[in-house]
């Protein structure tokens, strides 16, 4: 039986998702997993069509720009190649759903606070209203 488990994170006020974006990278957070990328291009984000591509064919740059275009970012990262998932920014949440070598407690049961301490440091001046940690098995 297979476990479904997320992390939602509210900002008290909208961001510019290629900034979340930006301090997820400067914090240890990486796009790139087995050499591949996999995000949702601003014209397939409605369809949730993933993209995958070589991480040296990959343009962080452009995707940031686009992403502070579109207002939206989807997009697979991994923490120092441990563990990670998919993660939806838009201007006012961050959702990561843990699909990537998911840490665990005990079981099945996920260590979300494994997460949540590795995400913060990236939001330190952003207000947070809301952490919601969700398992369905």
């Known amino acids: 039986m297979s476990v479904q488990a997320s992390i939602d994170i509210s900002f008290v006020r909208e961001q510019d998702p290629s900034l979340v974006l930006a301090k997820l990278l400067g914090c240890g957070w990486s796009e790139k997993f087995n050499e591949e990328v996999m995000f949702l291009p601003v014209n397939g984000f409605d369809d949730y069509d993933w993209t995958v591509l070589r991480g040296a064919d ?19 990262l991994v923490f120092n190649d441990v563990a990670g998932g998919e993660f939806l920014i838009s201007k ?41 940690c969700e398992m369905v098995c």
Do not use: C, H, T
Request: charge should be neutral; aromatic fraction near 10%.
């Open 58 to 76: 990959f343009d962080v740059a452009g995707f940031l720009e686009d992403v502070r275009v579109g207002g939206r970012a989807g997009i697979v």
């Open 92 to 132: 006012k949440s961050v959702s990561m759903s843990l699909s990537i070598n998911r840490v665990v407690l005990v079981d099945r049961v996920p260590d979300f606070s494994w997460y949540i301490s590795r995400m913060l440091p990236a939001f330190r001046d952003l207000e947070i209203s809301s952490i919601q």
